[in-house]
């Protein structure tokens, strides 16, 4: 089989790896990536170390069988213990590292899967459209051609999205990406507007702060809401909150939002644990001040309470099984309604970077700002209005492209798809697939990640992607008649990937 991957980013990584474990014929694998980021997506190039990933090594591995394989990586890393976050108990290191992770995976998956016969290339070009040929022949912007017999999109979620037509204008950064470079010629007094409040713009914050920034920096939210602050892990042994229990409901046909919230009241009251005031909790989190907020929930890392940590594990294991059968109404309640609350629980920014955060709010330096309706810009400043008016000198975009939104990147070729009917949009944004396949209209076409319509509109994290990855290997490998090594069901390894959040003991993991 000729596998055809588009994009070199964290799934594409998870696949590869997927594939190596694989015991079938040899065929080959051509990757295209048309950014110098190889295998390192956005998020992870090169960069300064004030710039960590968002969560332990633990709930990082692109391996979906082995969750340890990035805490092992790191343990062999002697200088990762100077980024111990005192919080978790445990090394949140800077993003360029998982990088170098990402890199040597991929290295090693291709090392593999070339010593047991496929050939493997990698085409620095992007792939822009089809040739006429039979079977699919892709066509690359430098004119070289491939033909393959299917064809993986691991194509993320693209740059952000300019919403004010700033592009152009001096001291406007539209893609803040890697900090190390964005961030060099920003003056130290200069007068910063970051638009968003989520991770990306705490990432921003953090690294300002490193580079010894001196003037204001304001962060611009519609919903001024601060990503929740990760708490120190704890052993999860779920008896309700469970891939089986989501697959379950999944089975018996359009899911109630009800029907989740009832599992996550057995759960609670099998603990001992208050709902109702938890519930509470969860929804003022539009309500609080974000400062007053941000400093409770700093206190709270250390809680004995597992409700939080129960739904931040609940969203990312059993959402991707719940979602596709969720019924619309609660769909779209949950997408319009809920989504910053659901980002900010799924993806909690680590203490250490709360910490930053909340003395430089508590100094003055940082200040949050909702209800913006225009930033203009001059050639020598911006003009940000809300309920009055204000000066900045540098604007950086820290909002990420929203849920199923298709890359600039890939434009061309989804609008080859589209017109060819290879491809089709649903109602609600993102491609139609084949749920357990991730096939698109035709066999030869499949879709890793957010891209998918089925798909939850939060971003994936890496162990998602791996299981995903891992779904997709095992498919791929059936269709060519031969059984992958170990073969298990998908199920599995959502449970698998479920198992990322049962956290070891933090006291037993620093004595190792």
Same mark, same amino acid.
């Given at each position: 089989?000729?596998?055809?991957?588009?994009?070199?980013?964290?799934?594409?990584?998870?696949?590869?790896?997927?594939?190596?474990?694989?015991?079938?014929?040899?065929?080959?694998?051509?990757?295209?990536?048309?950014?110098?980021?190889?295998?390192?997506?956005?998020?992870?190039?090169?960069?300064?170390?004030?710039?960590?990933?968002?969560?332990?090594?633990?709930?990082?591995?692109?391996?979906?069988?082995?969750?340890?394989?990035?805490?092992?990586?790191?343990?062999?890393?002697?200088?990762?213990?100077?980024?111990?976050?005192?919080?978790?108990?445990?090394?949140?290191?800077?993003?360029?590292?998982?990088?170098?992770?990402?890199?040597?995976?991929?290295?090693?998956?291709? #090392?593999?899967?070339?010593?047991?016969?496929?050939?493997?290339?990698?085409?620095?070009?992007?792939?822009?459209?089809?040739?006429?040929?039979?079977?699919?022949?892709?066509?690359?912007?430098?004119?070289?051609?491939?033909?393959?017999?299917?064809?993986?999109?691991?194509?993320?979620?693209?740059?952000?999205?300019?919403?004010?037509?700033?592009?152009?204008?001096?001291?406007?950064?539209?893609?803040?990406?890697?900090?190390?470079?964005?961030?060099?010629?920003?003056?130290?007094?200069?007068?910063?507007?970051?638009?968003?409040?989520?991770?990306?713009?705490?990432?921003?914050?953090?690294?300002?702060?490193?580079?010894?920034?001196?003037?204001?920096?304001?962060?611009?939210?519609?919903?001024?809401?601060?990503?929740?602050?990760?708490?120190?892990?704890?052993?999860?042994?779920?008896?309700?909150?469970?891939?089986?229990?989501?697959?379950?409901?999944?089975?018996?046909?359009?899911?109630?939002?009800?029907?989740?919230?009832?599992?996550?009241?057995?759960?609670?009251?099998?603990?001992?644990?208050?709902?109702?005031?938890?519930?509470?909790?969860?929804?003022?989190?539009?309500?609080? #001040?974000?400062?007053?907020?941000?400093?409770?929930?700093?206190?709270?890392?250390?809680?004995?309470?597992?409700?939080?940590?129960?739904?931040?594990?609940?969203?990312?294991?059993?959402?991707?099984?719940?979602?596709?059968?969720?019924?619309?109404?609660?769909?779209?309640?949950?997408?319009?309604?809920?989504?910053?609350?659901?980002?900010?629980?799924?993806?909690?920014?680590?203490?250490?970077?709360?910490?930053?955060?909340?003395?430089?709010?508590?100094?003055?330096?940082?200040?949050?700002?909702?209800?913006?309706?225009?930033?203009?810009?001059?050639?020598?400043?911006?003009?940000?209005?809300?309920?009055?008016?204000?000066?900045?000198?540098?604007?950086?975009?820290?909002?990420?492209?929203?849920?199923?939104?298709?890359?600039?990147?890939?434009?061309?070729?989804?609008?080859?798809?589209?017109?060819?009917?290879?491809?089709?949009?649903?109602?609600?944004?993102?491609?139609?697939?084949?749920?357990?396949?991730?096939?698109?209209?035709?066999?030869?076409?499949?879709?890793?990640?957010?891209?998918?319509?089925?798909?939850?509109?939060?971003?994936?994290?890496?162990?998602?992607?791996?299981?995903?990855?891992?779904?997709?290997?095992?498919?791929?490998?059936?269709?060519?008649?031969?059984?992958?090594?170990?073969?298990?069901?998908?199920?599995?390894?959502?449970?698998?990937?479920?198992?990322?959040?049962?956290?070891?003991?933090?006291?037993?993991?620093?004595?190792?």
């Amino acid at each position: 089989m000729r596998i055809g991957i588009i994009g070199a980013g964290v799934a594409a990584v998870g696949l590869l790896d997927a594939l190596a474990s694989a015991d079938r014929e040899p065929g080959t694998i051509t990757v295209f990536e048309g950014t110098s980021a190889l295998w390192r997506g956005r998020a992870y190039q090169h960069d300064v170390p004030a710039v960590r990933v968002n969560a332990p090594p633990g709930l990082m591995s692109v391996r979906a069988n082995d969750r340890g394989h990035f805490e092992r990586w790191v343990m062999q890393h002697p200088d990762a213990v100077r980024f111990l976050d005192h919080g978790l108990g445990q090394p949140i290191v800077p993003r360029a590292m998982y990088g170098e992770y990402l890199e040597q995976s991929a290295r090693a998956s291709i #090392d593999r899967l070339r010593r047991d016969g496929w050939q493997v290339s990698v085409v620095n070009d992007r792939v822009s459209g089809l040739a006429p040929e039979q079977p699919v022949v892709l066509r690359t912007e430098g004119g070289s051609t491939h033909p393959v017999d299917r064809v993986v999109l691991c194509v993320g979620s693209g740059r952000p999205r300019d919403q004010y037509g700033l592009t152009g204008a001096p001291g406007y950064i539209d893609e803040p990406y890697p900090l190390a470079h964005t961030l060099t010629e920003v003056d130290p007094e200069a007068r910063v507007a970051v638009i968003g409040s989520g991770l990306t713009a705490v990432d921003i914050t953090a690294a300002l702060s490193a580079n010894g920034h001196r003037g204001p920096i304001t962060l611009l939210s519609r919903s001024g809401i601060l990503p929740f602050v990760q708490q120190r892990p704890r052993p999860l042994t779920p008896r309700y909150l469970t891939p089986a229990a989501a697959l379950d409901l999944a089975a018996r046909g359009p899911v109630e939002f009800a029907d989740v919230v009832a599992l996550l009241r057995a759960e609670l009251a099998d603990l001992g644990e208050d709902f109702d005031e938890f519930a509470a909790e969860i929804r003022a989190t539009g309500t609080e #001040d974000p400062t007053h907020r941000l400093r409770r929930q700093l206190t709270d890392v250390d809680s004995t309470l597992l409700g939080r940590r129960l739904l931040t594990m609940a969203i990312r294991t059993m959402g991707p099984i719940l979602w596709p059968a969720m019924n619309d109404g609660d769909r779209t309640m949950l997408r319009t309604d809920h989504h910053r609350t659901i980002s900010s629980l799924s993806s909690p920014m680590v203490p250490h970077n709360a910490q930053i955060l909340l003395r430089l709010l508590d100094s003055g330096q940082v200040r949050l700002r909702t209800g913006i309706t225009t930033i203009t810009a001059d050639n020598t400043a911006f003009t940000v209005t809300d309920e009055a008016t204000w000066p900045a000198d540098v604007v950086i975009n820290a909002v990420n492209p929203p849920a199923y939104v298709t890359p600039q990147d890939t434009e061309t070729l989804m609008a080859r798809l589209l017109d060819d009917g290879t491809a089709e949009f649903a109602p609600t944004g993102g491609l139609r697939t084949e749920p357990r396949t991730r096939a698109l209209h035709t066999d030869t076409w499949r879709v890793l990640g957010n891209l998918a319509a089925d798909s939850m509109f939060i971003a994936t994290n890496p162990p998602g992607l791996a299981a995903e990855a891992a779904m997709l290997a095992e498919h791929l490998t059936k269709e060519s008649g031969t059984p992958t090594r170990g073969s298990v069901r998908d199920d599995e390894h959502l449970t698998s990937a479920s198992g990322e959040f049962a956290a070891k003991d933090p006291d037993r993991a620093r004595s190792r």
